[in-house]
């Protein structure tokens, strides 16, 4: 079954505390992003592992492989369970996100960032790149064989993804509207999004949603819509195997 992780995305500790306090009971995971962490600094980590919850700490590493290793190390030190980095960075450095990763206490999920949700084709082609999934599926290949556990994408590349990499990656989603549909439709500012039951169905692992969850009336009952909209899609198709694609 596909997990739902809620996205905190606000400006100050108070807020994002005072949401994981009313979702808490209804969702196992949330993601702490760069303008809640900035703003709130690793201290807001810890609370929320102290609230029993898991952590998703979205930074997007992106430097040189010794930065990235030490930035990795000292994430896996605060206790976070899953953080991101950009595939385009490289396989150095890819591979020293993994090997911090491996040799600390803590070993969190390492996912690697392909084309953000918010780019179209138009938006790639200043990268000389104009089809967006293979260029996703290019920089999945090249996180699989560096050991990673699962690559960013939108719902549209997640097929791609799994078919590619023999199911041995996870994909983990953002772009989740429970009204959207796979052209964009009403989806602010993402463009290559989908709803939570194509997306399970496309092979998803992970579903990140924010706004629609956190700025609901009632939150609890958006996370149960969401959830609802998860189990009646049934399992996702192609879950990782044990063990990293090496190609």
């Known amino acids: 079954m596909a997990e739902l992780i809620i996205a905190l995305d606000f400006p100050h500790a108070e807020q ?27 201290r807001v980590v810890t609370d929320m592992k102290e609230l029993g919850l898991k952590v998703f700490l979205d930074l997007k590493f992106h430097d040189i492989p010794n930065t990235v290793r030490g930035a990795v190390r000292s994430a896996a030190n605060l206790g976070v369970d899953m953080l991101t980095l950009h595939a385009s960075g490289g396989r150095a450095m890819l591979e020293a996100a993994r090997e911090a990763s491996l ?15 918010s780019m179209s084709a138009e938006d790639t082609a200043l990268l000389g790149r104009n089809d967006v999934p293979g260029l996703v599926r290019d920089l999945a290949r090249a996180s699989g064989q560096a050991g990673l556990d699962g690559v960013v994408c939108s719902a549209l590349e997640a097929k791609l993804v799994k078919e590619d990499s023999r199911g041995k990656l996870a994909c983990l989603t953002p772009g989740i509207r429970l009204a959207a549909s796979p052209d964009g439709a009403g989806a602010d500012d993402q463009k290559r999004v989908a709803d939570p039951a194509f997306a399970v169905t496309q092979g998803s692992d992970y579903l990140v949603v924010g706004r629609p969850i956190t700025g609901a009336q009632d ?28 190609g």
């Open 219 to 246: 939150p609890a009952a958006a996370i149960r819509a969401f959830q609802r909209a998860m189990a009646e899609a049934g399992p996702a198709k192609g879950k990782p195997e044990d063990g990293a694609w090496n």
């Open 103 to 117: 040799t600390s206490r803590q070993s969190p999920l390492l996912f690697a960032v392909t084309v953000l949700t």
């Open 16 to 42: 994002a505390l005072f949401m994981a306090r009313t979702v808490h009971g209804e969702a196992d995971w949330v993601k702490i992003g760069l303008e809640l962490f900035t703003a709130a600094g690793p």
